[in-house]
């Protein structure tokens, strides 16, 4: 596996609001920190902010070179100039979650005015934590109502939120590959990775920070793990298939070689080691943990509908048929329940072969419905 | 599409069919379009009447196209997914050129009229007399420009005859408000009073339904 590089600590645009915030779990944070960027300009009327809500291991650098890897933002293919959520017409916001590690108030944020950090004793947070954080945002950059709220799988989970907890203050919702509760097999996944990092030695119980190490292979083999539910049988066969790293020169040094014998390992390996640059264990667990919470069903005594009873909200659901982590049926669960509730929903499956990831992907087709179903809302909304 | 893949629906005569059912809208109303194709039916009744229309499509390809221009639709089946609408959500439901082609139309038809105050259906008549000719004369399931595909491919499991439908609304208890027989190009037939002479002359009909107080 690749050396690695631990997490580095770098400055991100971000609001201190000292006041704190009340989460779920009935601890109050002494003070809270949303690193947030964005992108376009706000109009004067102040009605043509786009959120844009980051997936489990997304960040706030949405149509930028990331600050630590360097790469492109993580949907740049969809947030800019002339793209789908044009940042010529829209101010686009995308703020780091609660619980994150780019800069909001997280596992690594300081837990008073010492150096301490929350580390491990971070409290559990939720997706309506988040979502109020991002609230909290909202209203400090002096905006009443969103026109649309994005988001792909846990970002999807945070758009619904947001509809379910403030209708008024969203007028499109765009929950894209995503479900209304988490399911048995999500968490179990979610497990095996939290497994794999309490059990890197290096992790010391969570208090790696105090102890000068990093849990980089317990990290890796989560991030490994969940790359997997991203993709598809498909993509896998048709990116690797059987081939091989390098062909082995004696049939017995194929046989002894593990490690980067077949290509699909080798992508793996560099999936895991990238990834440890630029996220905090701590943080991975309090995020997975978050997102098995999410159960926005049992919150409304078992009734999607009650959710969303009498919104005016629009939505547009969209789901990929070749994702087997937030399936098709699970959004056509939330577009029946929308109908249920009389709202104003549409509902597309894209055709793709890339599995669950297919949202961050170039996806023509998924862009087009997407400019589109803007384009109709901003009619409706007189923008 | 390729020329092997099914064919769901008939091939709708859509800018004149969708004009008459256009015409039997109230402004300002909630419509449901059953089957609404690239939604051109609501975006017509968005733009020139005002209306809130939303639409319901089974041909993702179609869904893909109506939601890219704007248009409130989503993917969904007429046999299965009006049951998840409450009662009452509409003043209008339509369902345009498809009951044919539905595995249970009564139980759709009933759906429509449960979400909705008022149901739209248009259908092509089986009882022209084209039809009956070619069946008579030569014994074999009738080829008309309306009924242009081969007994063992055409999605049209249900065709029924002007005078049938009558009938099911009479026996559903359904009031017929209005109706109209039209050729295959959309244009009305004149003999709307004459519901015998219409099942014979006209190519489709279209009827405005309400639910019996």
Request: with cysteine; aromatic share 10%.
């Amino acid at each position: 596996m690749d050396q690695t590089v631990p997490l580095q600590d770098v400055p991100h645009q971000h609001v201190v609001f000292a006041d704190g915030m009340m989460l779920d779990c009935g601890v109050t944070l002494p003070s809270l920190t949303v690193a947030y960027r964005t992108y376009g300009s706000l109009n004067p009327v102040r009605s043509n902010a786009v959120l844009v809500c980051h997936a489990l291991t997304g960040d706030q650098y949405v149509a930028e070179p990331h600050p630590l890897t360097g790469k492109n933002g993580w949907w740049d293919a969809v947030v800019g100039p002339g793209k789908p959520v044009d940042t010529d017409r829209f101010f686009v916001i995308c703020a780091n979650v609660l619980g994150g590690c780019m800069g909001s108030t997280g596992p690594r944020s300081a837990r008073g005015d010492g150096d301490d950090v929350w580390g491990i004793d971070f409290p559990p947070v939720t997706i309506r934590d988040m979502v109020r954080a991002q609230k909290r945002l909202i209203e400090h950059l002096g905006i009443g109502r969103l026109f649309a709220a994005i988001g792909g799988s846990m970002g999807g989970m945070q758009v619904l939120q947001w509809a379910a907890d403030y209708p008024e203050a969203v007028f499109a919702a765009l929950p894209i590959a995503t479900a209304s509760y988490h399911s048995a097999q999500n968490i179990a996944f979610n497990e095996v990775g939290r497994q794999a990092i309490f059990a890197d030695p290096d992790w010391r119980g969570g208090r790696y920070r105090e102890a000068g190490t990093t849990p980089a292979r317990g990290l890796a083999v989560a991030r490994m793990c969940a790359h997997i539910t991203y993709l598809s049988e498909q993509a896998l066969a048709r990116k690797f298939g059987r081939r091989l790293q390098g062909a082995p020169k004696t049939a017995d040094e194929a046989m002894s070689l593990f490690g980067d014998m077949f290509e699909v390992e080798s992508y793996l390996h560099h999936q895991g080691s990238t990834f440890v640059r630029r996220f905090d264990a701590n943080s991975y667990l309090t995020i997975t943990r978050a997102m098995d919470y999410f159960d926005l069903v049992a919150d409304h005594g078992g009734d999607l509908a009650a959710a969303f009873r009498g919104t005016k909200t629009r939505f547009m659901l969209a789901s990929f048929s070749s994702d087997w982590l937030f399936p098709t049926e699970e959004s056509r669960t939330v577009a029946r329940a929308l109908n249920r509730a009389g709202a104003n929903v549409s509902f597309v499956e894209i055709e793709s072969d890339k599995g669950h990831d297919a949202f961050l992907l170039d996806e023509p087709d998924f862009h087009r419905t997407l400019a589109g179903f803007l384009a109709g809302c901003a009619v409706h909304a007189g923008l | 599409m390729s020329p092997h893949d099914p064919v769901r629906f008939v091939a709708k005569n859509l800018r004149v069919d969708l004009r008459l059912i256009a015409e039997m809208i109230a402004p300002r109303t909630r419509v449901l379009d059953i089957g609404c194709g690239d939604g051109t039916l609501i975006d017509e009744l968005f733009t020139t009447k005002g209306c809130d229309a939303r639409g319901i499509e089974i041909d993702m390809a179609l869904v893909t196209r109506a939601v890219a221009h704007g248009l409130p639709v989503m993917h969904g089946d007429a046999d299965s997914d009006l049951s998840y609408y409450p009662d009452d959500a509409f003043d209008y439901v339509v369902l345009s050129r498809t009951l044919q082609a539905v595995e249970r139309p009564r139980e759709v038809l009933a759906q429509m009229l449960r979400i909705g105050a008022r149901a739209v259906v248009s259908f092509p008549n089986f009882g022209h007399w084209q039809v009956r000719w070619q069946l008579l004369r030569r014994g074999r399931m009738p080829m008309t420009a309306t009924w242009g595909r081969m007994w063992y491919e055409t999605p049209n499991i249900h065709p029924c005859t002007i005078q049938d439908f009558f009938d099911l609304c009479a026996a559903e208890g359904y009031a017929v408000e209005r109706w109209l027989a039209a050729d295959d190009a959309g244009r009305r037939a004149p003999w709307r009073r004459f519901p015998r002479l219409a099942n014979l002359f006209g190519e489709q009909a279209l009827f405005l339904l309400r639910r019996q107080k």
